[in-house]
Nanobody
Framework: QVQLVESGGGLVQPGGSLRLSCAAS????????LGWFRQAPGLEREGVSR????????WYSDSVKGRFTISGDNAKMTVYLEMNNLKPKDTGVYYC???????????????????WGRGTQVTVST
């Protein structure tokens, strides 16, 4: 059974930084995509960033490009999201997501996700 365990959320002031981690276990195939979605109250869940271990390809949403950095540790089946210059609009529940195989293209839809973490709250506020 695949499990995704997130950590690193919290409360931070605007302009601050946080680092999220997601460790996967129970996945037995060679190739996967690990990434992050977020959901603010009253809004749909949106893709933030993803990492595919097959070729190391990375995707970011336009709203976080230049501020967030995703990285993966294939040996630990773990993905990290370094979030800098955080803004109040970044507030929401951040969900780790895993997909069997590589995701191609210039988007990241929840329909492509096979497994979800429980989520971790990120709040950016004074």
């Amino acid at each position: 059974q695949v499990q995704l365990v997130e950590s690193g959320g919290g409360l931070v002031q605007p302009g601050g930084s946080l680092r999220l981690s997601c460790a996967a276990s129970g996945f037995t195939k060679n190739y996967y995509t690990l990434g992050w979605f977020r959901q603010a109250p009253g809004l749909e869940r949106e893709g933030v960033s993803r990492f595919s271990n097959n070729d190391g390809s990375i995707w970011y949403s336009d709203s976080v490009k230049g501020r967030f950095t995703i990285s993966g540790d294939n040996a630990k089946m773990t993905v990290y999201l370094e979030m800098n210059n955080l803004k109040p609009k970044d507030t929401g529940v951040y969900y780790c997501a895993m997909t069997e195989g590589q995701i191609y293209g210039y988007s990241y839809s929840s329909a492509s996700v096979d497994y979800w973490g429980r989520g971790t709250q990120v709040t950016v506020s004074t």
